[in-house]
């Protein structure tokens, strides 16, 4: 079985920092993908990142970055120059084989940008 | 335009009613799934469809099924309506043959906020 881990419940970050939300994850499959979506308070589910298994790179996408450490099992998602704009629910989430089957999602950490 | 949609938006139901939740998408992907979202527990699966012939369970289908009534078409049903089914309903879907794009990135409707008292 597949589980996520985000240990973060909340975080309040002063705005044009950095932000790390962590995530580490259980998996027996030795193929799995990794994903990073954001939720607004509007409620819909934005996709922000991915990153494989076997990707050797770690994926980047504008300000938003996924340090991967495989041999932890983690994929934290890192915001470089936070913006009011940022403040969200922020969920990660798995799937093996890349997430054909579902994705399994971790409980989510709620960011809070301060002016 | 948007393209997941989820009809309705929002629905108040009473227990034992016999609801379902529409989902279309116009991005032409061949995977579609059903997820709830209740506070302090992310989101769960529920169903998920490869194809119109090809429809799985998920961690949570107690209480629910599903139709595939076209490649773009993925309805969910709740065939008695109970209080604890209230929830966040998101459909997503997939396209797992697409070249040159992420494998299997999953792209969310708005969401059906469901009540049921």
């Known amino acids: 079985a597949q589980k996520i881990t985000q240990t973060q419940p909340g975080m309040f970050v002063q705005e044009k920092e950095a932000v790390t939300l962590d995530c580490t994850y259980d998996t027996s499959d030795p193929s799995y993908g990794l994903f990073w979506y954001k939720q607004p308070s509007s409620g819909e589910m934005i996709f922000l990142i991915y990153?494989?298994?076997?990707?050797?790179q770690n994926a980047t996408e504008g300000r938003y970055s996924l340090n991967f450490q495989k041999a932890r099992k983690s994929a934290n998602l890192v915001i470089s120059a936070s913006q009011l704009g940022d403040s969200a629910m922020y969920f990660c989430?798995?799937?093996?084989?890349?997430?054909?089957?579902?994705?399994?999602f971790g409980k989510g950490t709620h960011l809070i940008i301060q002016p | 335009d948007a393209d997941v949609t989820q009809t309705p938006r929002n629905r108040i139901t009473k227990t034992g009613k016999r609801i379902m939740l529409e989902c279309s998408q116009t991005k032409g992907h061949d995977r579609m799934y059903w997820y709830r979202q209740d506070p302090g527990l992310g989101l769960r699966l529920i169903y998920y469809?490869?194809?119109?012939?090809?429809?799985n369970k998920g961690e949570i289908s107690d209480g629910y099924s599903v139709s595939r009534q076209a490649q773009a078409k993925f309805s969910l049903s709740l065939e008695s309506a109970i209080p604890n089914q209230t929830a966040l309903y998101f459909c997503?879907?997939?396209?797992?043959?697409?070249?040159?794009?992420?494998?299997?990135?999953?792209?969310f409707g708005p969401g059906t906020r469901l009540t049921v008292l």
């Open positions: 990153q494989g298994s076997y990707d050797q």
């Open positions: 469809s490869f194809d119109v012939k090809d429809i």
């Open positions: 989430a798995m799937g093996s084989g890349g997430g054909a089957d579902g994705l399994t």
């Open positions: 997503a879907t997939s396209d797992f043959r697409k070249q040159g794009v992420v494998r299997d990135t999953q792209y």
